[in-house]
């Protein structure tokens, strides 16, 4: 099962402890994560699945490297456009906090029929709010069949 974890490249402390959290959980349940690439909620979801020895994918705005835990990068030279791969590479998507471009991926998410899960994102219709990076987590990983 591949789930993306969306959320800013800029974001608070705690927002980058539940990325983390969320990243280790996807890993432990053999999940490949697949993000943006970059810092912020990106960087800190990615540390959390490669430390707990999983699959992390990148994919870039640009040619450079992305952040430090990424198993796979994926330069697009694309920008901002690619949030629309990182949803459709996706079988599910989790939603970490965010602005506009987070805005965008959850836009495409809910288009495309993904489910979608969001702790501390934005409120919308359609996106599964959860308590706890715990519950995201679970809720994504049950929503499709492996």
């Known amino acids: 099962m591949q789930v993306a974890v969306i959320g800013a490249g800029d974001c608070s402390s705690g927002e980058a402890s539940a990325a983390e959290e969320i990243g280790r959980i996807l890993a432990e349940n053999e999940a490949i994560l697949i993000s943006g690439g970059m810092g912020g909620v990106m960087e800190a979801s990615c540390r959390?699945?490669?430390l707990a020895g999983g699959t992390t994918i990148g994919i870039l705005p640009g040619t450079g490297n992305g952040n430090?835990?990424?198993s796979v990068r994926v330069r697009t030279g694309m920008s901002h456009a690619r949030n629309f791969l990182v949803v459709e590479?996706?079988?599910a998507v989790?939603?970490?906090g965010g602005g506009y471009g987070t805005l965008s991926e959850i836009a495409f998410a809910l288009k495309s029929g993904k489910p979608i899960f969001g702790?501390?994102?934005w409120d919308i219709p359609?996106?599964?709010d959860c308590p706890t990076?715990?519950?995201?987590c679970i809720k994504a990983l049950s929503a499709v069949t492996r």
């Open 89 to 91: 590479s996706a079988d």
């Open 133 to 136: 990076p715990r519950d995201a």
């Open 94 to 96: 989790i939603a970490v």
């Open 126 to 128: 359609g996106v599964v």
């Open 119 to 121: 702790y501390r994102t």
């Open 68 to 70: 430090p835990f990424l």
């Open 48 to 50: 959390g699945a490669f």
